[in-house]
Every structure is written in structure tokens, then in C-alpha cells.
């Protein structure tokens, strides 16, 4: 049996995150949960200030 060699595929453009760091985002500070918070206890928004 004879192997069928198949042409090489070249992506067309780069990956979109080549170059970039990858991995977990940092966890929000204290002060920016408090922000959070208060702009949506200002909007009246409790079932997302209950998440």
C-alpha cells in the first residue's frame, strides 16, 4: 500500500493571541467590588447584588 502525501496547510493569518500573555485574570480588588456594589444598589438592581 502507498501513502498519500497531503499538501501542507499554512494558516492564513496569525492566531489572534500570539504574542500575548495567557492565563487567569487577576481576582477584583476590594475597592472595585465596593464600586460594583454601589452602583448597583444606586440602579435598584437586588437580584444582581444578591449574585
Known amino acids: 500500500?502507498?501513502?498519500?502525501?497531503?499538501?501542507?496547510?499554512?494558516?492564513?493569518r496569525p492566531a489572534w493571541n500570539k504574542g500575548r500573555l495567557i492565563g487567569q485574570k487577576r481576582p477584583l480588588l476590594a475597592k472595585q467590588v465596593?464600586?460594583?456594589?454601589?452602583?448597583?444598589?444606586?440602579a435598584g438592581n437586588l437580584r444582581d447584588l444578591a449574585l
Not at 500500500?1 to 492564513?12: C, D, E, G, H
Not at 465596593?34 to 444606586?42: K, P, S, T, V
Open 1 to 12: 500500500m502507498s501513502k498519500v502525501q497531503l499538501p501542507a496547510l499554512k494558516p492564513k
Open 34 to 42: 465596593w464600586a460594583i456594589r454601589a452602583r448597583l444598589e444606586l
